[in-house]
């Protein structure tokens, strides 16, 4: 007996099917994320259909018991009764909702303070109240509001329902009564009736296919990813550099909220778990672009990590498409400053490295702040495409003075949201685990990196945008 864990992601669908915790088969299909204006991005919701239904004819589902699902998170799918899209999906990269934030700004503290997240336009929160204000025809024709994975089981079982893990990453969260926000809703002139019931928890069941398979209510994707790889323990921390950087580590369920953090807290894929997140966007995209720019590969990209810091070095900001955490501001832009006839390729390639893992050290201290066990923890994990090459990762070490071990979790969102359907079917399951991929990584800080990092802040103060007012676009 087998069980089946979909994946939707930004840009791919996996789908996984373990027996016992063990891969019987796994498989994956792409779509494609539109953007039609300058900040926007789109994905039609049946291209996730298209692409999942694909994915699962390449996998053997006859023996499956139970479905689990993940998805990427904070979009926005507005779906008619019958669950046809009246608009393609809003996803989380899209920032066209910024000046909605204001309305966020203009709640009292303590309202704030329930929602116990950042403000960020790519949440479907803010999107919600842009679509309300300029595509009323879309809303008006719409039953429900769902996120990604939601609409994906949706499709499968006729019923719509959110779950927590997502419910608490829209910015519409209450987190200490665990429910919508009423209060937050009218403010920004959402139809409360578009919100759907929340299930209790990530492995509630959902409903049945046609076919009579039960569907659980799923997660999203960071919680089904810690899940996925054991990441359960309070005080464990997990970095994982892709597209961006995430930092997450379990913590205590909350007994109060706090206004304006710089860092994220979301329902875990457990019953009862929370998990803090520090999130950056200056990571894999920004790597990719420099070696781009400089006609290095990966390889030789990240071979410039052993070169090591020399005395005049230029000073590299990564933030290309502004920063989330710990900066929360969307008009941020990279620079190479310092630049002087003696710099090669080499020293341009070594200070981007350098900068994104300054970049990387400053989401770290963030977490501390909002997480303080995770200051104490005796190691990282890391995993993730951009920490494979050695040099890399002393490099990182060397910078967060923190031991790295790293670690490989393959398809860790659709065993996350495997692992939930077995649980609800009752089904065994072997313990998560990462498997280690190479010895531990000791720090050796350096005080010429110290002095650097110093220095790097300096640059990114000096360069900053002006502080926000009414005709500049507002931060993240």
Do not use: C
Not at 142 to 166: F, I, M, N, Y
Not at 168 to 181: K, P, R
Not at 285 to 297: A, E, K, S, Y
């Amino acid at each position: 007996m087998s069980v089946l864990g979909i994946d939707l992601g930004t840009s791919s669908v996996k789908v996984v099917v373990l027996d016992g915790g063990r891969v019987l088969a796994q498989a994956g299909a792409t779509y494609d994320v539109v953007r039609p204006r300058p900040g926007w991005a789109e994905t039609d919701p049946r291209d996730w259909g298209r692409a999942t239904t694909d994915a699962l004819a390449q996998v053997p589902t006859g023996d499956v018991r139970a479905i689990g699902l993940s998805g990427q998170m904070h979009g926005v799918v507005l779906a008619s009764d019958d669950g046809t899209p009246t608009r393609p999906a809003v996803i989380w990269a899209d920032s066209r909702a910024e000046p909605q934030l204001a309305r966020y700004r203009d709640l009292p503290d303590g309202v704030r303070a329930r929602l116990a997240n950042p403000l960020s336009p790519g949440m479907a929160g803010p999107i919600l109240a842009w679509l309300h204000e300029n595509e009323p025809d879309a809303v008006a024709r719409a039953h429900a509001v769902l996120q990604p994975k939601d609409w994906l089981r949706a499709r499968l079982t006729g019923t719509t329902a959110a779950e927590p893990s997502d419910a608490s990453a829209t910015l519409l969260y209450d987190v200490l009564a665990q429910d919508w926000d009423d209060e937050v809703v009218e403010a920004l002139g959402i139809r409360r009736d578009l919100l759907p019931v929340i299930l209790p928890t990530s492995a509630t069941t959902a409903g049945e296919t046609r076919e009579g398979t039960r569907v659980v209510a799923g997660a999203a994707d960071t919680a089904a990813a810690a899940l996925g790889a054991g990441l359960t323990a309070e005080g464990d921390v997990q970095l994982t550099i892709g597209t961006g950087v995430q930092l997450v580590t379990p913590v205590p369920a909350p007994t109060a909220g706090v206004a304006d953090p710089r860092t994220h807290l979301y329902r875990a894929a457990t019953d009862d778990g929370w998990y803090a997140m520090a999130a950056g966007l200056s990571g894999g995209q920004t790597l990719d672009w420099v070696r781009r720019i400089l006609g290095l590969d990966w390889p030789a990209l990240y071979a410039t990590a052993a070169r090591g810091p020399r005395p005049g070095d230029p000073v590299f900001l990564p933030h290309l498409v502004g920063e989330r955490t710990p900066y929360l501001d969307t008009r941020m832009r990279g620079a190479w400053a310092g630049l002087d006839a003696r710099h090669d390729r080499d020293a341009l390639a070594w200070s981007a490295l350098e900068g994104v893992a300054f970049a990387v050290a400053d989401a770290r201290e963030a977490l501390t702040d909002a997480a303080p066990a995770t200051g104490h923890a005796p190691e990282i994990r890391l995993a993730g495409g951009g920490s494979l090459a050695p040099a890399w990762r002393r490099l990182l070490a060397d910078v967060l003075g923190t031991p790295l071990r790293p670690v490989e979790v393959p398809d860790a969102s659709a065993r996350g949201a495997a692992l939930l359907a077995a649980r609800a079917a009752g089904l065994p399951t072997e313990d998560p685990a990462p498997r280690a991929v190479a010895p531990r990584v000791e720090p050796n800080p350096a005080k010429e990196l110290t002095d650097r990092r110093a220095l790097w802040h300096d640059v990114v103060h000096a360069l900053r945008p002006l502080p926000f007012h009414a005709d500049s676009p507002p931060p993240l």
